[in-house]
């Protein structure tokens, strides 16, 4: 195993390493390509359906005020207007 070692030369080792940063230069834009896909798309996705729901949520607050349902009478409930049943 030492041997081994001992017989790779300086040139050989540099020569390695050029190819091991070569090869880590040519990798580098699809490893940002793949951080944008998996961080960058969902937050902005994230982001545009918040401000989505809050825009309806608005909306719908805007809406004119609606008259509540008055429920009817029944039948053995009187009305009483000035001491008198109607």
Same mark, same amino acid.
């Given at each position: 195993?030492? &041997?081994?070692?001992?017989?790779?030369?300086?040139?050989?080792?540099?020569? &390695?390493?050029? #190819?091991?940063?070569? /090869?880590?230069?040519? #990798?580098? =834009?699809? $490893?940002? @390509? #793949?951080?944008?896909?998996? #961080?960058? $798309? =969902?937050?902005?996705?994230? /982001?545009?359906?918040?401000?989505?729901?809050?825009? @309806?949520?608005?909306?719908?607050?805007?809406? =004119? /005020?609606?008259?509540?349902?008055?429920?009817? &009478?029944?039948?053995?409930?009187?009305?009483? @207007?000035?001491?008198?049943?109607?």
């Amino acid at each position: 195993m030492s &041997r081994d070692s001992e017989k790779i030369s300086y040139s050989e080792k540099t020569e &390695r390493l050029k #190819v091991i940063t070569q /090869f880590i230069k040519t #990798v580098t =834009p699809m $490893i940002w @390509t #793949v951080v944008i896909i998996v #961080v960058i $798309i =969902p937050l902005l996705g994230n /982001f545009l359906i918040s401000k989505s729901l809050t825009n @309806t949520a608005t909306t719908t607050l805007k809406t =004119p /005020f609606k008259k509540p349902i008055q429920q009817p &009478r029944l039948s053995h409930q009187k009305n009483w @207007t000035n001491g008198k049943p109607k």
